[in-house]
C-alpha cells in the first residue's frame, strides 16, 4: 500500500516506517519544511485545510504528529500548542479527506492513555469513560476531531501508553538517575504504569495499518500494566542499582507542576482488549523481558 505519514522522525514514527518499508509498503512522509525529496510532501500542521492533492495516491494515512507533552512546563501558552498540535492538525486533514474524490482507505490517528484520567485501581478498556483532567480533555477531543470522515473512512485510534526505549520517553528520562543509584518510588508508588516496547507498538500500528476489520480506539500498552513501585524495583535490578531514593509528590510537583500529577502521579491501568481481540499477538506481554531486551 502507499502509506502517508506525519511524525515519521519521532520515537514511534521513525520505528514504524522501518516496519513498513521492510513489509514491502512505499512510505510519502509529509514534513513540515519544503522538501525537494519524491519521498516526501510539505504540509502546514496548523492549516485549516489542505489542498487534496496532498494525499493523492495515499492508501492509509498514519498521523503522529504533535508537541511533546514533556519537553517543558505546562504553561498556558504550553498546554494550547499541545491542544492545537493534535486537534487542529487531525481536523484539517480530516477535512481534507472529506473533500477527496478518492480519500485513503484508513486514517491511523495516534491517541494515548491519557484519555482516561487518574483512576487508581480501575482496569482500564476501550469502552471506558474519558476522564477530566487536562489530557483527558486533549485525547478526547483529539479523537473527536476525526469524526468528518468516520463515516466513510476506517479510522483507528492508538492510545499509546509508556513506550520503553533508551532513545527517548520516559523511560529514557529515567535512565540517568537510576544509573545513578538516585532512582526510587514516585509519590507513593501505588499508581499504575501502563507501559508498552517500543517494538510492539511499531508492531501494533503496523497491524492497524493492515488489519482492515480494526476500527476505533485501541489501547497501544502491554497486556500486564504494573504499578510505580513495581516499575522502579524491576528497572533497578535490571540497571543492577539500588532504588532507595523516592521522589515524593510534593517534590514531584515542585518540579514538574501540573504535569507530575498527569504524567507520573496518575494511576491509568489500561489492557489492550481490542488489540488481543483482533488478533494481535504481543512480543513483550511482560515488562522483565521488554526491559532486558533493551541496551540499557
Avoid at 122 to 146: I, M, Y
Avoid at 210 to 234: I, L, Q, S, W, Y
Avoid at 251 to 268: H, K, V
Wanted: hydrophobic share 40%.
Amino acid at each position: 500500500m502507499n502509506i502517508f505519514m506525519t511524525g515519521s522522525r519521532g520515537l514511534i514514527g521513525t520505528a514504524l516506517a522501518s516496519r513498513l518499508q521492510a513489509a514491502g509498503h512505499s512510505l510519502t512522509r509529509l514534513v513540515r519544511k519544503p522538501s525537494n525529496s519524491p519521498n516526501e510532501r510539505y504540509w502546514d500542521s496548523q492549516a485549516a485545510r489542505h489542498d487534496p492533492r496532498l494525499l493523492d495516491g495515499c492508501d492509509v494515512l498514519v498521523h503522529l504528529a504533535g508537541e511533546s507533552i514533556a519537553s517543558s512546563r505546562w504553561t498556558e501558552q504550553q498546554k494550547k500548542r499541545i491542544y492545537d498540535s493534535r486537534i487542529v492538525s487531525t481536523r484539517a486533514l480530516s477535512e481534507t479527506m472529506l473533500h477527496m474524490e478518492q480519500p485513503p482507505r484508513a486514517f491511523i490517528v495516534a491517541s494515548a492513555i491519557g484519555y482516561y484520567g487518574d483512576v487508581g485501581e480501575t482496569l482500564l478498556t476501550e469502552q471506558s469513560p474519558p476522564g477530566k483532567n487536562f489530557l483527558a480533555h486533549v485525547c478526547r477531543d483529539w479523537e473527536q476531531a476525526a469524526d468528518p470522515v468516520r463515516d466513510n473512512i476506517r479510522v483507528v485510534h492508538v492510545r499509546t501508553g509508556m513506550v520503553l526505549s533508551e532513545q527517548g520517553g520516559g523511560l529514557a528520562a529515567m535512565l540517568l538517575p537510576f544509573k545513578l543509584g538516585i532512582g526510587g518510588v514516585v509519590g507513593n508508588g501505588k499508581q499504575y504504569w501502563s507501559w508498552i516496547a517500543l517494538t510492539d507498538i511499531a508492531r501494533l500500528f503496523q497491524f492497524a495499518v493492515e488489519t482492515e476489520r480494526m476500527a476505533g480506539p485501541v489501547n497501544g500498552t502491554a497486556p500486564h500494566p504494573v504499578t510505580c513501585r513495581e516499575f522502579t524495583k524491576r528497572l533497578g535490578k535490571r540497571l543492577h542499582r539500588p532504588t532507595f531514593f523516592p521522589l515524593p509528590a510534593f517534590a514531584a510537583r515542585l518540579t514538574l507542576g501540573e504535569m507530575a500529577d498527569e504524567l507520573i502521579l496518575a494511576s491509568t491501568r489500561a489492557v489492550p482488549e481490542a488489540a488481543q481481540a483482533a488478533g494481535f499477538q504481543f512480543e513483550f506481554p511482560d515488562l522483565r523481558p521488554a526491559l532486558d531486551a533493551l541496551p540499557l
